[in-house]
């Protein structure tokens, strides 16, 4: 493939969305849903139509141009980045801050490094909950702003990530508050949310893809996705399910290694050995929670996983912005060569494939 000569600090930057936008457009859906002193229903209600006309129903678009630039046809970019904040973590935010509306939290709480974050603390707002988020004390993003301007509190975590899980958990059950975290009590929630993007393929191309590219960090976009597929085909609304392909950083996610060395169940990686950079750090995990129901996604489904360098993610945003004009973080398009890759070992079918790209960078 030739190199394509793009300055990359701009494509190093964080996701962003259109929250003020979004918060314009629904005022008035919003002073109903956060009016603690409206009765539920109405508050509910205001809610779900903040969630129908603002969250989910992403673009799929045909990538013509990088067709062109890799020799197989009918890829589809399945653009996450059309939700408020900038990615697919918004899908289980709004998800579960409804839920909590519903069950009659006053208070959500979530362990993040940005994205995730921000996603809670908009849809916590949006619906008059109170929002706190804990982050690792070592982590810098930008996003903690965005946060705050939407009224979370933030609390830093001595640690990391996985140790901001913990906290963030433990914070829930002392204070009574929603658990927004994944792979708890609500991981069901989770899954139905993201098994939407699966619906929206549907909807689109009739039945489903030969195979579905994702970026993989805790694996739950992911396990989502394939359920939903799942669903579909057990209700005869598709042919097949689509192999399900996973992409992360190299040899930074539970998950891939676990597919690659043909290990049945998920183990932890050796946390001194993950180094995050500005490009892998919405990837990298030691330890991925639902990287089992991943791991078996990939296998039901006849699918592989992939790791894929910083350099490659570079090359592929590159790429996804001169041909297609979508700027994305790098991280996002690990899909891309998680599908490549396989296609280079042996060609693949004249089919429909799609690649799920969850960051938008303006």
Known sequence: MKKISVNPPDLLSEAEGQIQQVVEIIKSQHQIASNLDSPLEERLEGYEDIIDSEVGDTDLVRARNIEREVGIRQI?????????????????????????LRRGFD???????GNYGVAISLAASLAGLNCVVHIPEGYKTKRIEEMEKLGAKILRVPGDYEKAVEVSREFAEKHEIYDANPGGANTAIQLRAYGQIAHEIYDELRDAPWAVAVPVSNGTTLAGIYKGFLSLYRRGKTSRIPRIIAGSSYKKNPIVYAFLKGIKECHNLKPENIKETKINEPLINWHSIDGDLALEAIRASKGWAVDVSDKNMLHF??????????TVLPAS????????TKNGEENLPQDRFVVVITGRNS
Do not use: H
């Open 317 to 326: 945003a590159r790429m996804v912005r001169k041909q297609q004009g979508l």
């Open 76 to 100: 589809y970019l399945k653009f996450e980045g059309g939700n408020p904040t900038g990615t697919q973590k918004d899908r289980i935010a709004f998800s579960q801050s409804m839920d909590a």
């Open 107 to 113: 208070g959500i709480t979530v362990a993040t490094c």
């Open 333 to 340: 398009t690990v899909g891309l060569p998680a599908l490549l």
